[in-house]
């Protein structure tokens, strides 16, 4: 049940920093339930972006939210993965994204642009009713009081605004999480720089040994020492994405950049040394990437919630992702799925301290073990050259060769707990085994049932 279509017995003035994908997806599921909702987005939706992969988990919400044919129109099924020597281009071993394995998720996996992600969100929150602000930025957050519980903030034009709950879904350096966690943040290289790259499925076509990518319905992976290459399809094949992941300073690149994504770095300054011809062609084929530093926070996000529980982190504000990972926006999705749930049953203002802390409860661990999942993918397929990386070599070609059920049984129980997962049914199960007891608890009269007590007689004596 990827939304709920239920209004809140108690609708809630709802501020929202951030415009992303997290931001839009919670302003549309909160919108629906009835709450008011106002988001604040420093840009507008006119930024540099590139590919996501949208796992079942993420598809089936979409599609719940727009349907199979608005799907259809910005995305393409990936019916599988090759994987390449880095070097010479040779290939590998296959990953078969199994129709009959997909059928069981409920979902498919798919390929699609950012902007068109980001774009299908803001239609549906604007259409729910919720407000989009533009071109405002916030320069401070204020929590609430005892005496004026709700937070406000202020912004860049010195305007206050005040509601009674603030999401930060303001991504990696989130001035919301500063709040919430009342320290500074403090954020460490964690070893890994990734460079993203679009260019028109036009010019791919006019290249001989480039036109079958642009045209497929796959997402290549080329691997090598310290390095490794992956792309796809997005806007319906009309364009095609791809990420440089770059390793520890090993592979002749300097480890630098920002932990964001608003970092145009020159193509040329990318070192390709050890690319493949083709994928060298592919890389120059547009003039600027999107430098991004993946960080790593070692004393961690432990509180997603303020202090005064009013103020709550959401997407890379709760749990930085990894960059380049195949999940982080079915992540930011999914939180904003599970949180719009909770307050879709909302009737007093006593039950927010509940509904929040059984937002990070059935979030954070997930969250963690998912993004723990995108770094061992990427780090499998940058193996130095050595005998780790042949005994990869060898288990995919095993793979790709000796193809059966048993392997098709293995692979669904190794991606069925992600892929299965379904957000609003798990917001539901906690109200239904949980959340709705603590209600019916506050209503019942407080009244004391002496009909075991046992009468004890004293006789005077």
Known sequence: MPAVDRIAALPL???VIGGGIGGLAVAYVLSKSGHRVRVLEKRDLNVPGGGHRVPPNLSKILRHWVGEEELRKVSTRCVGTPFHHLRTGNLVGYLHWKPAVMAETGGEFLMMHHDDIVRMLY?????????IDFHTE???????????????VTLANGDVLTADMIIGADGYRSKVREVVLEEEDVAKPGGMTLYTGVVKAEDMLKDPELRPYALSDEWPIWMGPHRSVCGHPVRAKKEFFFHVYSWNGLDGQEQAGEESWEELFPTEKLNLDGHGPKVQ????????????????????????????GRIVLLGDAAHPSFPGGSHPAAMAVEDAVVLGSLFSHLRTLDQIPSFTSAYQELRERRCELVKLADIANAQMVAMPDGPHAQARDEDMRRRKD???????????????????YDAGDAAEEWWVNWGRFSEIAREQPHVVDFSNFTTVTVSEE
């Open 402 to 420: 000796e193809w059966d059920e048993g392997t098709l049984k293995a692979q669904f129980e190794e991606i069925a707990e992600i892929f299965l």
């Open 281 to 308: 062609r592919l890389i120059k084929m547009t003039p600027h990437l999107i430098r991004t530093r993946f960080m790593t926070r070692p004393g961690g996000i432990d509180d997603w919630v303020d202090s005064t």
């Open 123 to 131: 239609r549906l929150a604007t259409e729910a009713g919720a407000q």
């Open 13 to 15: 003035d709802f501020l």
């Open 138 to 152: 916030v320069t401070s957050i204020q929590q609430g009081t005892d005496r004026f519980p709700n937070p406000s």
